[in-house]
C-alpha cells in the first residue's frame, strides 16, 4: 500500500511514518467499466487514488480529462463541504484507494506533518483548475 501511495503526488512529500499511517485507512474499492463513481453535484465524503485503471473526468457532460493508474481525484471533498464539481465515470474496470473523510481527519489531528502537505497539494491543484 505504502508503494502505491510514494507514486501519488498528493501524498508523495510525505515520510514513512505519516505514509504508514494514511495506508491503515485507506480501502481498496472497485468500480466497474461505465459506472459512475460520483455525478457533479454530489456531497462527497471521500477521495480515490486510482491503483489500476482509467476514469473520465466530465463537467456538464463534457470530458474535461482522462485519468489513470496514480492519478487521484475527489481530494476537494476532505477538505470542503463544497458539492463535487465534476463526474467520474469509469471507462474501464477500476481498482481505486479510498480515504474518507472522517478518517483524513483523524490523521491531520494525530499527525499534524500531514496538514501542511496536503494543504499546499489542494491549494496547488484547485489553481490547476482555475
Known amino acids: 500500500m505504502i508503494e502505491i501511495l510514494k507514486k501519488i503526488p498528493f501524498f508523495a512529500q510525505l515520510g514513512d511514518e505519516d505514509m ?3 495506508g491503515e485507512k485507506v480501502q481498496m474499492q472497485y ?10 453535484g454530489d456531497y462527497g465524503e471521500e477521495m480515490y487514488v486510482i491503483k489500476r485503471g482509467k476514469v473520465q473526468v466530465l463537467r456538464d457532460f463534457n470530458i474535461l480529462a482522462v485519468l489513470s493508474d496514480n492519478a ?28 474518507k473523510k472522517d478518517d483524513f481527519r483523524e490523521l491531520l489531528e494525530t499527525k499534524p506533518s500531514i496538514a501542511s502537505v496536503v494543504s ?5 491543484r484547485a489553481n490547476q483548475l482555475s
Open 20 to 22: 504508514k499511517a494514511i
Open 31 to 40: 468500480f466497474g467499466s461505465e459506472q459512475v463513481i460520483f455525478e457533479q
Open 72 to 99: 487521484f481525484f475527489g481530494e476537494m471533498a476532505l477538505v470542503s463541504e463544497e458539492p463535487r464539481n465534476a463526474t467520474i465515470r469509469a471507462v474501464t474496470d477500476v481498482e481505486a484507494l479510498v480515504l
Open 120 to 124: 499546499y497539494e489542494v491549494v496547488k
